[in-house]
């Protein structure tokens, strides 16, 4: 069973800081890629950060500069550390893991989100 859970969101002023985790677990040792994604009220959702299979790591240039991604492999959990954060951050932040090649029964492509943690960003 995959599962993802997101935690550390909350309510914070403009130019506070949040630091988001995502702990996964479930066929742990297959190979995958875990990504961060958001959804503002009344908006869809869009990509906000991902780290690649070569370590790269990406993001949307409403967050650079502001925003860090990490994970902790042992750990199995990603990160991402939110600084200067704007009203237009606010939003519900998701945590997506996408699996590489076969796992057991699971095929390439193989997708699932968490339930999300919500972040508001008050002026």
């Known amino acids: 069973q995959v599962q993802l859970v997101e935690s550390g969101g909350g309510s914070v002023q403009a130019g506070g800081s949040l630091r988001l985790s995502c702990a996964t677990s479930g066929y742990t040792d297959c190979s995958y890629d875990m990504s961060w994604y958001r959804q503002a009220p009344g908006k869809e959702r869009e990509f906000v950060s991902s780290i690649d299979n070569d370590g790269s790591k990406r993001y949307a240039d409403s967050v650079k500069g502001r925003f860090t991604i990490s994970q902790d492999n042992a750990k199995n959990t990603q990160y991402l550390q939110m600084n200067s954060l704007k009203v237009e951050d606010t939003g519900m932040y998701y945590c997506?893991?996408?699996?590489?090649?076969?796992?057991?029964?699971?095929?390439?492509?193989?997708?699932?989100w968490g339930q999300g943690t919500q972040v508001t960003v008050s002026s």
């Open positions: 997506k893991r996408v699996f590489r090649s076969w796992c057991w029964t699971l095929r390439p492509g193989a997708t699932y």
